[in-house]
């Protein structure tokens, strides 16, 4: 038996809206890391992006547990010697919340071509409001990852 393995004008994109009001960031960040991958459909090939489209809205009303706002640190280095900044998790949602989200979710997808293609696909918003209504996108729940 052959394997089979999907041409890339064989591949249907969805477009997918999830709403990230009182979700943890991290569940929320591995499901939408599934779907962009294209983990959830029988077509999922690891080298060939077969992922969905993916709106987060209401970045800025994620949760963090455990007090991990104030334990987890965001760090950017400009390449310069002593050009380490540093910001918690809990400053980055206040000021950036899509950027939050995003870096994320960028964690768990590869880390090559592959992966900026489909980090591509994420679309990110701090409000209720987005601009893709055309796609038609499905809305989707992910129960598990609500906050108690």
Known sequence: ??????????????????????????????????????????????HIDTGDHVIVINADKVVLTSNKGDKLFVHRHSGYPGGLRTKSYGQLIAEKPDEAVRRAVRGMIPKNRLGRQMIKKLKVYAGPVHNHAAQDPQTIEFAHAKAR
């Open 1 to 46: 038996m052959r394997t089979y393995t999907p041409k890339v004008s064989e591949i249907q994109r969805q477009w997918y809206v999830v709403d990230a009001e009182g979700m943890v960031l991290g569940r929320l960040a591995t499901e939408v890391a599934t779907i962009l991958r294209g983990k959830h459909k029988p077509t999922y090939t690891p």
